[in-house]
């Protein structure tokens, strides 16, 4: 069975970190792509970040750009996104994709709410 399981949000002062983490199970994580996207309320879904498989550089959309990095460890099976400088734009759920050629998997997500 096919699991992403997102952890690591919450309720964060503008300026503060958070590091999210995508636990995947059921297939062979190492081989897939992987995305994180955000969505905040009445707004559509947006790529945030993005890192091949196994590993390689990395994209960023242009409103985290120097203030969030993506990363993978797969002997973990885990996918990260450490978020610094956090705005109040950047409140919405979170989540983590898996893709390739002929699949494509989708957490959960997790809230990130920034505010003080």
């Known amino acids: 069975q096919v699991q992403l399981v997102e952890s690591g949000g919450g309720l964060v002062q503008p300026g503060g970190s958070l590091r999210l983490s995508c636990v995947a199970s059921?297939?062979?994580?190492?081989?897939?792509?992987m995305r994180w996207y955000r969505q905040a309320p009445r707004k559509e879904r947006e790529l945030v970040a993005r890192?091949?498989?196994?590993?390689?550089?990395?994209n960023y959309a242009d409103s985290v750009k120097g203030r969030f990095t993506i990363s993978r460890d797969n002997a973990k099976n885990t996918l990260y996104l450490q978020m610094n400088s956090l705005k109040p734009e950047d409140t919405a759920v979170y989540y983590c994709?898996?893709?390739?050629?002929?699949?494509?998997?989708w957490g959960q997500g997790t809230q990130v709410t920034v505010s003080s």
């Open positions: 994709n898996a893709y390739n050629d002929r699949f494509d998997y």
């Open positions: 059921g297939f062979t994580f190492s081989r897939y792509a």
């Open positions: 890192i091949p498989s196994p590993s390689g550089s990395t």
